[in-house]
């Protein structure tokens, strides 16, 4: 009786999707996608990848290997979104501050008349 190791394979999940030379069919559950800004690869659930891909990236594999950007890579653009969004609130209470200024104005000069 020989003692013989068996080697496990992975599942084959293959998905149609369109690129820039026609329809491909692709295994995604052994795809890895690599960030275009920070060149680091990532793995996905196939099923989660299909989706996105079919989403996002109007189901053209080449549009999402040219231009996917993972969390990482959008650090950079969150911090910059965050930064819009507290000068717009700032902004809003600034003129939210001269509007009351102004009403407290015309309850004064209301007030002086009296």
């Known amino acids: ?4 190791i068996k080697k496990s394979r992975k599942a084959i999940q293959n998905y149609t999707l369109n ?3 026609g329809d491909v069919v692709i295994d995604l559950n052994n795809f ?3 960030c275009s800004k920070t060149g680091n690869s990532k793995k996905f ?3 989660y990848l299909a989706n996105l891909i079919a989403t996002k990236y109007d189901n053209n594999i080449t549009t999402f290997n040219e231009t996917y ?3 990482e890579g ?3 653009q969150n911090e910059t979104k965050k930064l819009d969004n507290v000068k717009v609130r700032i902004d809003k209470l600034y003129n939210q ?3 009351l200024k102004v009403i407290r ?3 004064k000069s209301a007030q002086d008349v009296n």
């Open 1 to 4: 009786m020989e003692n013989t």
């Open 19 to 21: 690129s820039s030379e």
């Open 32 to 34: 890895t996608a690599i």
């Open 45 to 47: 659930y196939h099923s």
């Open 69 to 71: 950007v993972s969390r």
């Open 74 to 76: 959008k650090k950079d």
């Open 97 to 99: 501050i001269r509007e």
């Open 105 to 107: 104005d015309e309850l």
